[in-house]
């Protein structure tokens, strides 16, 4: 049976890797985890958001997916389809992106970080009217913090004017 603070622990081990920017090593880490429990959505999330921080966004796909087929909970599913969306908006694939961010934001219209990153793939499809009509929908019905993707969001936000 799987001692589950121990993974939690490794887990966050790993976590706190990426947020000193030790991608490598964070990756090595997630790796290594997967290893000791082949086939934990977690682990695979984990993992893939680990090459996605890196700048890795094409290692990070084939993760992404597995972690959502191997079932996650609720609000692990909705974190991960949020990050590949955003993983396939970088590698051009705006159709797909913007299919799930749909998704999400049917699912989860209050949800202002999902809604953000619809917008960012919108944007990419060559959708604008439909980003900033969302944005602002977004403004005028939803006021409020962005969830655990604000330093994400400033960072596209100034790549946009870049």
């Known amino acids: ?17 990426l ?8 990756i090595d880490h ?8 082949p086939g934990d959505p977690r682990v695979t999330l984990h993992l893939a958001g680990a090459y996605d921080s890196a700048g890795r966004e094409e290692e990070a796909v084939a993760p992404y997916r597995a972690a959502l087929a191997a079932g996650l909970d609720v609000d692990e599913r909705l ?26 934001c049917e699912e989860n219209p209050r949800h202002r970080a999902a809604r953000a990153f619809l917008a960012l793939a919108l944007t ?13 929908d977004l403004l ?8 655990a993707y604000q330093r994400s969001l400033r960072w596209y936000a100034d790549d946009l004017l870049s």
């Open 1 to 17: 049976m799987v001692d589950q603070q121990a993974l939690e622990a490794s887990l966050a081990a790993g976590d706190r890797l």
């Open 140 to 147: 005028l019905t939803n006021p409020g913090p962005l969830e």
């Open 79 to 104: 974190r991960a389809r949020i990050q590949l969306a955003s993983t396939l908006r970088n590698l051009g694939q705006n159709q797909e992106a913007v299919e799930i961010l749909t998704a999400v």
């Open 124 to 136: 990419s499809a060559d959708r604008a009217p439909e980003a900033v009509s969302g944005l602002l």
């Open 30 to 37: 997630f790796i290594d985890l997967a290893h000791q429990h």
């Open 19 to 26: 947020d000193q920017e030790r991608y490598q090593e964070a």
